[in-house]
T-cell receptor, first 115, second 115 residues
Framework: AQKVTQAQTEISVVEKEDVTLDCVYETRDTTYYLFWYKQPPSGELVFLIRRNSFDEQNEISGRYSWNFQKSTSSFNFTITASQVVDSAVYFCALSELNTGNQFYFGTGTSLTVIP | NAGVTQTPKFQVLKTGQSMTLQCAQDMNHEYMSWYRQDPGMGLRLIHYSVGAGITDQGEVPNGYNVSRSTTEDFPLRLLSAAPSQTSVYFC??????????????FGNGTRLTVT
């Protein structure tokens, strides 16, 4: 079974619109970690944020915000006032303590911001 | 600080040929790993290592070999290339092999085509 599900394969928004990327995870561990990575058209993978299972506090960093909800096993990512530079593939990932902390990646969401 | 360096960036092989993808990191990370990225599949773990002399299989290890003789280097060998191994390969490292909270640092990838 897929441990990390990103149901949105592709999203297109017009510049300055807000957009939310969904991530749903599955784990039986009580200790786990969640991550978001960005892959711009140039191809490199850039780490954006991490969260541990004990910290449900939402986080805001500039135009980016993350909503972690254990009750729904979700770790969603919102970009406010999107810009063309936000166009990229975004990956959500899970690391579980009891599986040796291997990373499980979702299949990614391709975001296109139209100017 | 170079981080994680992968070579080559591009490679074309004929079916049956062998080659080694190189990966080196200068961050003194104990944990290193190889992923392949295919359209619609996200990133899948091939092999990983938690320290020099220690390697283990990931989700898709068949057709690949690894070794870890030093902390810095973690080469990936394709013994007899097949078209199914056409993919983008990423090497990644992490500071603590057991600490799942630490993010992976990725190289810039190697695009491999097998004809």
């Amino acid at each position: 079974a897929q441990k990390v599900t990103q149901a949105q394969t592709e999203i297109s928004v017009v510049e300055k619109e807000d957009v939310t990327l969904d991530c749903v995870y599955e784990t039986r561990d009580t200790t786990y970690y969640l991550f978001w990575y960005k892959q711009p058209p140039s191809g490199e993978l850039v780490f954006l944020i991490r969260r541990n299972s004990f910290d449900e506090q939402n986080e805001i960093s500039g135009r980016y915000s993350w909503n972690f909800q254990k009750s729904t096993s979700s770790f969603n990512f919102t970009i406010t006032a999107s810009q063309v530079v936000d166009s990229a593939v975004y990956f959500c990932a899970l690391s579980e303590l009891n599986t040796g902390n291997q990373f499980y990646f979702g299949t990614g969401t391709s975001l296109t911001v139209i100017p | 600080n170079a981080g994680v360096t992968q070579t080559p960036k591009f490679q074309v092989l004929k079916t049956g040929q062998s080659m080694t993808l190189q990966c080196a990191q200068d961050m003194n990370h104990e944990y290193m790993s190889w992923y392949r990225q295919d359209p619609g599949m996200g990133l899948r773990l091939i092999h990983y290592s938690v320290g020099a002399g220690i390697t283990d299989q990931g989700e898709v290890p068949n057709g690949y070999n690894v070794s870890r003789s030093t902390t810095e280097d973690f080469p990936l060998r394709l013994l007899s290339a097949a078209p199914s191994q056409t993919s983008v390969y990423f090497c990644a490292s992490r500071t603590d092999p057991t600490g799942g909270f630490w993010p992976l640092h990725f190289g810039n990838g190697t695009r491999l085509t097998v004809t």
